[in-house]
């Protein structure tokens, strides 16, 4: 069992910068690939970025690629995503995800655990 907390959310101007935090409770947190999904009001849960359990590998989103950064500290059992340039198009909740098997998955349906959510709010 992970448990998935969040944080780092808030209102930016359109430009600039948040990080965004996913703490998970757990010894075998290492061993889980974690994700971020987004979803606006009225939008399907959309995919971020993924790191895979030794973040080794990563994976973005077209939407995203170039100005989101997703890392981790297996130590501190904590995932980020940097987000750089935000636009008001990446306004959501932020979710983050993990799944127990290998890889980079890019699809909600494959990940095990889901924390409750952080609200990124991008002002024009």
């Known amino acids: 069992q992970v448990h998935l907390v969040e944080s780092g959310g808030g209102l930016v101007q359109a430009g600039g910068s948040l990080r965004l935090s996913c703490a998970a409770s757990?010894?075998?947190?290492?061993?889980?690939?974690m994700g971020w999904f987004r979803q606006a009001p009225g939008k399907e849960r959309e995919f971020v970025a993924a790191?895979?359990?030794?973040?080794?590998?990563?994976y973005y989103a077209d939407s995203v690629k170039g100005r989101f950064t997703i890392s981790r500290d297996n130590a501190k059992n904590t995932v980020f995503l940097q987000m750089n340039s935000l636009k008001p198009e990446d306004t959501a909740v932020y979710l983050c995800?993990?799944?127990?098997?290998?890889?980079?998955?890019?699809?909600?349906?494959?990940?095990?655990?889901w924390g409750q959510g952080t609200q990124v709010t991008v002002s024009s």
């Open positions: 757990g010894r075998t947190f290492s061993s889980y690939a």
């Open positions: 790191i895979s359990w030794l973040g080794t590998n990563k």
């Open positions: 995800a993990a799944d127990r098997n290998t890889g980079v998955p890019s699809t909600s349906s494959d990940y095990d655990y």
